[in-house]
Structure formats: C-alpha cells, structure tokens
C-alpha cells in the first residue's frame, strides 16, 4: 500500500511548508541587514573622527576602507555608505538566496 491517508497527506504538506526557507524573503532580510550594518559602519565612523597619522594626515576608518578593495567606489564617506549599502544588500541577496536553496535541496522541500 503506498497511498497515504487524507491525514498523512496533510501532515506532508505541513511539515514542508514550515520547513521550506522562502529564498526571496530571506534574501531580502540578509539583503538588509548587511546594507544597514555597512551604512550604519561607515557613518559612525565619520560621526566619530580619524585620528592623525604619522604624516599628518587624518585617517577616518583604515580597516573599514578595505572593502573598497571589494566594492568598486566604496569610501569611507556618506556618499560611500550608500554605495557600501548598495553592494551589500546584493551580497545579502545572493547570500540569503544561495543558504536556502542548498537548505531546501538537502532537507528534500520541493514546491
């Protein structure tokens, strides 16, 4: 007997709804907080200083300034949080996207 009662046939559909991760809406989430932990960053230092170098140059956020090794345009600045904002909000996309659907096909959720 392979069919399954009305019971366990709704019991499936349970169990892979809450299980399923839904890969547009996590990615809008992780999309979000990377943004806003980049845009948040960026400006609290600039709202905080630099401190002064050995040249005498002020120096606002050098380890910070790093991204822009990742992100074409990325500054410590207020036009480069945005641009920041911008690319991670991608990254948290792609991200957000990429754990559920490698969740998804191990738990075996189909749609």
Sequence with gaps: MTD???GEQELDQ???ATVRLNARVLGLVLGLLFGLITFVATNWLIIKGGEVNKAGEVVVGPHLALLSQY???Y????????????YSFLLGMLTGWLISS??????HVRD
Excluded: D, E, P
């Design 75 to 86: 500054t410590v600045t207020f036009v480069g949080s945005l641009i920041g904002f911008g």
């Design 102 to 107: 490698i969740y998804n096909r191990i738990a």
């Design 4 to 6: 399954k009662t009305l």
């Design 71 to 73: 992100f074409i345009g």
């Design 14 to 16: 349970l169990l892979k």
